[in-house]
């Protein structure tokens, strides 16, 4: 399973429609958008090759974070701050 994190700067990406291309790779990937830094999270047995592949697909321009930033409600919430 991986976590993964994609800046995108120009549009939001269909959550539900980037869920349903991923399902051929993982029948259950968990994805969800931060609208307020435009990054997407990706949990997901898909790689982040796989992942950039279906955002080209979608025409959404996206860049794979280095650095984990927390996205309200994924995988780098720790519930602290109530976001």
Do not use: W, Y
């Amino acid at each position: 399973m991986h976590v993964l994190q994609f800046h995108t700067p120009a549009n939001k990406p269909d959550t539900a429609l980037v869920t349903s291309l991923l399902r051929p790779i993982d029948a259950q990937p968990e994805v969800k958008f931060d609208r307020e830094h435009n990054v997407l999270e990706v949990i997901s047995d898909a790689d982040a090759e796989q992942v950039l592949a279906v955002l080209t697909q979608l025409g959404c321009e996206a860049q794979q974070l280095e650095t984990m930033v927390h996205v309200s409600g994924g995988s780098t919430c720790c519930g602290s701050c109530g976001g």
